[in-house]
């Protein structure tokens, strides 16, 4: 045998749809018992689910408020704010597609994918009109043109950052406008409500719990025995407890404890305001112990490298251990990202219109649509199953991204 | 098996014209070897070759796709029972010790005989010690094997595949994980082992002690076994070309 | 040669100086600003006539609960109210922690069947409703589900008989009578009979390895030891309590309400998603080489699963399976959403009925807190051993 | 040293000490809108159109009060709150008008804040379905009746219960739209709330003559717009408001007749429509013809009404009853404009 | 420090009866030594007899505390100023080069002549630039650790502690962590920096380094110093018995 043995091909068996069958579904009695089990109840579990799903649903009530879901009580003549804010977080896309690819790419894409379906959506014009449709349709092309734009210019990845932190402040301006403002007329945070309502809450919730859960952890860290002490005893306070309860504690009890009709009363009077306060804080309790994680994860070289150097305790921190510990903590971060987009669906508990609560008020408040519960909480789940599972796959593609990064 | 000479008495392990596939990918190449009992037979060749499948289709920690696999006169097929009884037989070790941390070492070796062959406590421990002794680290025995070094470990792997007084050992590479110092003192091992007549397939690429130790030797590449004989012949008078490459290269 | 020396450092260049000054000027700082939100309280509360004392507890509530497990009317004082919420919630915590972690260690193996549909199957479930506001999930069992049985008129008759409709889940029941007390001596003779038996038997099983059958030993004992007494004790100590449909529902036997049945079913099916993914990395965890070193020493399938892989594997589960423990128990508090008279829907009752913001929600908070402490203790616990047994 | 921090502390919270709010009518005015408590889930009373407009009874009287003050019924922000909150949220100031169907009783006049002037005249009752063949509430010994929690309907319900000793068993639910999805479904044998809700809901079944409405009234339920307590002048000027809807409708003005009326010869009308005399607009800081931009906004009383629970209501039809003006036999009434 | 003899204009370290514990555990024991500017001082002796925590005291990442430690005529005490001072004169070199990963290797060596010194950028990175000709890889500036080799993140290491013109250089094993002919690359570092003068505290193991480069030599075990001399006393006629058992396993 002075050849290499023949490569065979394996036997028929073992490979093709048979092999496939064979191994993934009989490949022991009791998997062929399973088998058989499951088919036969997902047929008796999802025949009377899709018969409804597909013929006796009313998706009425979902479809002549969309404007609803998707903004609340948004004042229609301001509209075209929330279409240019859509399309700046479009455009940003697409400059982030051209300079990071990878994840950014694949959320570019299928938002471009996305928009192009919902313009055209089968529905009556009653429901999403002509224009409607068109602010939506602008987007694939904005996104496209960021792509093009990131090829014609260099857009170094900091200077994106930026761009992104800017594009965030300016969206908030955008959408509250200001009383002082020729064209931009304020719109009050009641009036802030829906899909935007529940983005925006979480997004600021993240935003604003960041700097107070870093200074949380460095200070449950701190080699400070009071300072320690006091963290620990605020993060533990905050975690052992539901949200919903610090939902109603801000509604009801921050007026009491916070001085009235000084520079506070944009919190003490505004509700929305108060319900973010609660979701801040309890996020931040969260994002101390991510962050936590991360501090943990420095190296005590690094900090005794930096120390040997004559950087002070601030520098030390600033420089050195901080951004070490927050690049490791960037997927914890988006995975706190999802629940807290999960969780602010609680202040419909205290009444504010966040998308749940605009779908409790619709099939509460008008008599015609209280038959379609089903329709509405299906629709609920499906919109925030489509956020939350997206930045879920973002969050696995970002960890891999990162456990290979060496920066 | 009609029509194909039946194997002799003493044939412990015969393969015949074994083929296995991962997917596509054709591992074992129409392979056929016979050990005899109380054989010691040293498998080498390179990285990729197949060695460890083989020694995973003996006692079927992999199923082989086409072939006959006797071992002790028990066919593996799809028949579990007969899985199961092989296993009885045949002991392994592994490259990574694969020792279970949760336990102690005693509690390591006494789990199988205690749970597979029933037998008392008592003398499943006092066995266990026997070999512990037998494998020179008694002074271990309630230990966690997260004290052990790397050699102490591997000699409770093989204690731990004795205790089930299997006929045949497989050991896959047990020295390739561990330091010089400890290389030696599980190589003693084997070679006490080897000593008291254990049927033994061994792969290694140790082959100063597979030159002392080993009654056969067999050499793998691409799936099958390029070259079979005694440790004399193989290390002396290599036919292929391969062989003599692969062994100038290792030695 | 200058020496900068000990003796010249000024105390705001002493580190030990500034150490406690930095602590002192904090605390301070705190306590400053608790005092302030403190006095806010009770200026605000003076300003507005708010009560904040506890004095009201000991007033009659006045309004009804739906249920309870330690029983209630409205004339009961608020105290005993509250009590009841507590107790609902735990009620349905602990519940619902045996069940979502049995639901999710059956999903998390199944994550990892070799059968691909069961794989795909759990992993759908799990990608769904971990990705849904459980909010959303409890209205849709509740009003999807639960509500769209049928009416009690045309309930479903399961063997038993047990009754499913709108209503709840009514299944029959032992009502005792006078001789149950002197029964339960014989039961809990069985038990522990049973329990010895299973003991001595399996040393000596584990000692000798003959097998002595322990476990049908002990079930001889749990079955036959209850049965004696049955007889023994005269009158039979229970009676069978069959739910009976009069005008408007069920009377008698055992209920399960809709509201419980889906606040259970919710919190069950969400956390066990939950509990699965870290079921299944805790497996996953566990090297491969184990269960084949298993394998090669003959253990079988269920062994190996039993005695190498779960001990290993629960080391990983353990910590972050209590936190989702407190979690559930924390997410029961959306029992409000649909009617379930937990401990912070009753609390909200009465911070309607008696006015007493502040000190209801300091109530609330102390009863959560003292939940959250409680699984820390547990974690704790389990964490020192898991170090005391490893090396 | 922590001693003398104290010191600084209490200057703090001494400067910090907020002015009580004098006049609520100049911080309405500088703020440029009527902030009021309501509600989006309420059928007839506070609803979302598709639109995302905040509508309904309750709404129509904030609406009603914006118009007076500004001249707009637009300049408004209504609030929605939970049951549970409309106690410390009008305690605390935080709105300047709590709609959101409140029931006056005494301890909440004492305690919540100035109840104005009742607009709603409502009674607790019970709605059953028919084929259960009930004729009285006093028929429902052993019912399961769903209820809405932390309201005067659930106090009400126990003590109606309790009084003539029937067996009860209650499910309470956080909102009255869990409450009727509840009892829609069977989950209760009757349900009870205030009747102007059981019959919006019994109009909004699939089949309403499948269920019918007790007569008992087991409680009187008037429904009121609430301010805080301690600032008399916009007490009053809240109330003048509602006696002007009142008013309005008991002198025949209405949104579409309303200009012709100023010119009407009927002095009543002139003064309430100020085109003569004063009935106190001045002192209440208001425009001597806030009624017409009132009328002009919502309408008088019965049409504010009737567009949302009259004959063609928006959210249902609802007889009207005792909330007829007195002078066709109701309760609704209000003290003379002069 | 009246009654206490002063240190000579020359001495740059004076250690006097340095105490230390870490809890109840008694690391430095009244330990004395003097080094004089420009000597190069190479730390040896057993594992655990506190060399490290040694070097780490003197540049006060740990705090001693009985006995005096004077660096550069600065005493390090609770006195924040002084430490900041001292850290400034003294440079410091890890085995496990503690190179910052999410900074280049321009950026490690700046970061600090910019953020303490308060230097612009444009000289910092001259100065740098300079530096890494020194240590030979002037090529890598713009690369991050990751891509680097031990040897070469070693080499960085001591760029970034020159950067910082300290009088003082303390080296804790070094070359420990390295293969090799990577240790040939930094001992030759080394070994330049020791020719252009500058006062250096080695702990380390390689004698040959030792021999060649060293003034003077300190035998460190349990805690204090048994033996300190020039490099030739100690090489050649070690006065304890444990130097010398210690060098002839080390040899
Ligand atoms: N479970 C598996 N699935 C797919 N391919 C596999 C699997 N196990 C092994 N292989 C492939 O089969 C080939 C033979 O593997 P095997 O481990 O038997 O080689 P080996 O001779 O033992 O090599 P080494 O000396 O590196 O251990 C390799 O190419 C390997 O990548
Ligand atoms: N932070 C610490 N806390 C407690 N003990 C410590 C600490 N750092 C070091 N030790 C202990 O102090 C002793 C001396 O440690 P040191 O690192 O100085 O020894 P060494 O001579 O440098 O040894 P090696 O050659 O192993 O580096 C050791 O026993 C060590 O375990
Ligand atoms: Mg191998
Ligand atoms: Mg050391």
Not at chain 1, 221 to 249: N, Q
Not at chain 3, 93 to 109: E, H, M, P, R, S
Not at chain 3, 116 to 124: A, D, G, M, R, Y
Not at chain 4, 135 to 154: I, K, M, Q, Y
């Amino acid at each position: 045998m002075t050849t290499s043995p023949e490569i065979l091909k394996p036997p028929v068996i073992t490979t093709g749809p048979i092999g496939w069958i064979r191994t993934n579904l009989f490949s022991t009695r009791l998997n062929a018992l399973l088998t058989v089990v499951v088919i036969a109840l997902l047929y008796f579990l999802l025949r009377p689910s899709l018969t409804w799903l597909f013929f006796d649903a009313e998706w009425a009530a979902v479809t002549s408020n969309l404007k609803l879901f998707a903004v609340g009580q948004y004042p229609s003549d301001e509209m075209w704010r929330v279409g240019v804010v859509v399309l700046i977080v479009s455009l940003l896309a697409g400059l982030s597609w051209r300079v990071w690819s990878g994840v950014a790419r694949t959320f570019a894409r299928a938002g471009g994918v996305i928009f192009v379906a919902m313009a055209f959506v089968p529905l009556s014009l009653d429901s999403l009109d002509v224009e409607a449709r068109l602010w939506i349709l602008a987007n694939p092309f904005v996104i496209g043109l960021g792509y093009l734009l990131a090829r014609v210019i260099n857009v170094p990845p900091g200077r994106l950052i930026i761009a992104w932190a800017a594009a965030f402040v300016l969206v908030l301006f955008l959408l509250r406008g200001s009383g002082w403002m020729p064209g931009l007329p304020e719109v009050r945070t009641t009036q802030l409500g829906g899909l935007m309502l529940t983005i925006l809450l979480s997004v600021v919730g993240i935003v604003a719990s960041f700097p107070l859960g870093v200074l949380l952890a460095l200070g449950r860290r701190s080699s400070l025995p009071a300072v320690s002490m006091f963290c620990t005893l605020f993060i533990e306070l905050i975690r052992g407890v539901p949200l919903i309860t610090l939902l109603f504690m801000t509604q009801i009890i921050l007026p009491l404890v916070l001085p009235q009709d000084t520079f506070l009363d944009f919190i003490v009077r505004d509700r929305v305001m108060r319900a973010f306060v609660a979701i801040t804080v309890f996020s931040a309790a969260y994002m101390a112990e991510n962050v936590r994680g991360g501090l943990q994860a420095v190296p005590l070289g690094q900090i005794d490298a930096a120390k040997a150097l004559g950087l002070n305790g601030f520098n030390v921190t600033l420089y050195i251990v901080l951004p070490q510990a927050l690049r490791a903590v960037i997927p914890a971060i988006v995975g706190q990202l999802i629940t807290l987009l999960k969780d602010t669906s609680l202040v419909a508990i205290v009444a504010l219109l966040d998308i749940v609560g605009i779908g409790r008020s619709i099939i509460l408040g008008n008599v015609e649509w209280r038959g379609s519960q089903r329709e509405v909480y299906l629709f609920l789940a499906a919109v925030f199953w489509i956020f939350t599972y997206s930045m879920s796959y973002a969050s696995r593609r970002l960890e891999e991204a990162l456990g290979v990064g060496r920066r | 098996m009609t029509g194909e000479e039946r194997p002799a008495a003493d044939d412990i392990i015969v393969c015949r014209e074994v083929h296995k596939w991962f997917g596509d990918f054709h591992v074992l190449r129409g392979l056929s070897i016979t050990v005899k009992r109380g054989d010691v037979v040293v498998v080498f060749g390179p990285s990729g070759s197949g060695k460890s499948t083989f020694i995973r289709v003996i006692n079927r920690l992999e199923e082989h796709q086409r072939g006959d696999v006797i071992v002790d006169g028990i066919e593996l097929t799809h028949d579990i029972r007969n899985v199961e009884l092989v296993r009885r037989e045949v002991g392994m070790v592994f490259q990574s010790f694969n020792i279970f941390p949760h336990l102690t070492v005693m509690q390591n070796i006494t789990l199988a005989p205690m749970r597979v062959l029933r037998r008392p406590r008592s003398e499943a421990e006092k066995q266990a010690m026997e070999l512990l002794e037998r494998v020179g680290i008694p002074e271990q025995a309630a230990k966690y094997p997260a004290e052990l070094s790397g050699g102490q470990q591997q000699r409770v792997a093989i204690a731990r595949a004795l205790a089930m007084q299997p006929k045949i050992m497989l050991f896959d590479e047990p020295t390739s994980a561990l330091d010089p110092e400890m290389i030696k003192e599980v190589l003693d091992v084997m070679r006490e082992l080897a000593g008291s007549g254990m049927t033994m397939i061994v792969v290694t690429h140790e082959m100063g002690f597979a030159r002392e130790v080993a009654d056969r030797m067999a050499m793998f590449d691409e799936g099958t076994i390029i070259e079979e004989g005694t440790t004399a012949q193989v290390f002396d008078n290599p036919q292929h070309e391969r062989t003599k490459l692969f062994l100038s290269q290792i030695l | 040669m200058r020496i900068l020396t000990y003796r010249g450092t000024p105390l705001w260049r002493d580190a030990r100086v500034l150490r406690a000054v930095t602590q002192i000027v904090f605390v301070v700082i705190v306590v400053a600003i608790v005092v302030y939100f403190v006095r806010n309280v009770f200026e605000a509360a003076d300003e507005r006539g708010l009560k904040l004392g506890f004095g009201f507890l000991e007033e009659e509530a006045g309004f009804p609960i739906a249920e309870s497990v330690i029983g209630y009317t409205e004339s009961d004082s608020f105290r005993h109210a509250f009590i009841v919420g507590v107790v609902n919630t735990i009620k349905v915590a602990l519940i619902g922690i045996v069940a979502a972690t049995v639901l999710g260690l059956i999903v998390g193996v199944s994550r990892l069947s070799s059968n691909w549909l069961v794989k795909s199957i759990t992993s759908v479930y799990v990608e769904i409703i971990r990705n849904v506001p459980l909010l959303v999930q409890l209205f849709f069992w509740y009003f999807g589900i639960f509500l769209l049985l049928p009416v009690v008129q045309e309930s479903l008759r399961l063997p038993g008989p047990i009754y499913v409709n709108n209503r709840g889940v009514f299944s029959v029941w032992a009502n005792t009578t006078s001789s149950f007390d002197s029964w339960l001596l014989f039961v809990l003779g069985g038990v522990v009979l049973a329990v010895a038996v299973r003991v001595i038997l399996g040393r000596i099983q584990i000692e000798t390895g003959r097998n002595t059958h322990p476990n049908v030993a002990a079930a001889l004992a749990l079955v036959l030891l209850p049965t004696l007494g049955w007889f023994l004790v005269g009158e039979s100590p229970l009676i069978r309590e069959t739910p009976v449909l009069e005008r408007f529902n069920f009377v008698g036997g055992a209920r399960v309400t809709p509201e419980f049945a889906a606040l259970l079913t919710g919190l069950v099916v969400y956390t066990a998603a939950f509990i699965a993914e870290i079921v299944r990395a805790g497996i996953q965890s566990v090297q491969r080489g184990q269960t084949e070193a298993a394998r090669a020493l003959g253990l079988s399938d269920a062994q190996t699963l039993l005695s190498i892989v779960f001990p290993q594997a629960l080391r990983v589960i353990i910590p972050p399976m209590i936190s989702q423990f407190l979690n559930l128990t924390k997410n029961s508090s959306l029992a409000i959403a649909i009617g379930y008279p937990d401990l912070y829907a009753i609390s909200r009752i009465m911070i309607n009925q008696a006015g007493r913001a502040v000190p209801i929600m300091l109530l609330i908070m102390a009863a959560y807190l003292a939940m959250s402490l409680t699984y820390a203790i547990i974690g704790n616990i389990y964490n020192r051993r898991v170090r005391f047994t490893e090396r | 040293n922590g001693g003398d921090a104290t010191p600084v502390v209490q200057t703090v919270i001494v400067q910090a000490t907020p002015e009580p709010v004098s006049n609520r009518l100049d911080v309405v005015q500088d703020r440029g809108r009527l902030i009021c408590a309501g509600r989006t889930d309420l059928a007839g009373f506070g609803f979302l159109d598709s639109a995302g407009i905040n509508r309904g009874f309750d709404i129509d009287l904030c609406r009603a009060i914006a118009a007076a003050i500004f001249g707009d019924g637009n300049a408004l922000e209504v609030v929605p709150i939970t049951a549970s909150e409309r106690g410390p949220t009008i305690q605390a100031g935080e709105v300047d008008v709590l709609s959101r169907n409140v029931t006056w009783t005494s301890t909440r006049d004492s305690q919540w804040g100035n109840y104005t002037t009742i607009m709603f005249y409502d009674g607790q009752g019970f709605m059953v379905p028919k084929r259960l063949g009930f004729d009285s509430a006093l028929d429902l010994d052993g019912t399961t009746v769903c209820v809405t929690s932390g309201t005067t309907t659930e106090l009400n319900l126990a003590d109606f219960f309790r009084q003539h000793n029937l067996d009860l068993e209650t499910v309470v639910f956080e909102d009255t739209a869990s409450v009727y999805g509840a009892y829609e479904a069977g989950r209760c044998d009757a349900t009870t709330s205030d009747k102007s809700q059981l019959a919006a809901i019994r109009s909004g079944f699939s089949d309403p003559d499948a269920h019918v409405i007790l007569p008992e009234t087991i409680s009187k339920e008037p429904l009121t717009p609430v301010v805080a307590h301690g600032d008399d002048g916009w007490f009053d000027l809240v109330k003048t408001v509602m006696w002007v809807l009142i008013n309005a409708e008991e002198l025949g003005v209405t949104q579409a007749n309303v200009e012709q009326q100023r010119g009407s010869d009927n002095i009543v009308i002139r003064r309430m429509l100020g085109v003569e005399g004063e009935f106190g607009q001045s002192d209440l800081g208001l425009k001597a013809t806030f009624a017409v931009d009132v009328i002009k906004a919502v309408g008088n009383y019965g049409e504010i009404y009737d567009r949302y629970m009259g004959p063609n209501g928006e959210s249902f039809t609802l007889p009207r009853q005792q909330n007829e003006l007195w002078t066709n036999g109701g309760l609704v009434y209000a003290p003379p404009l002069r």
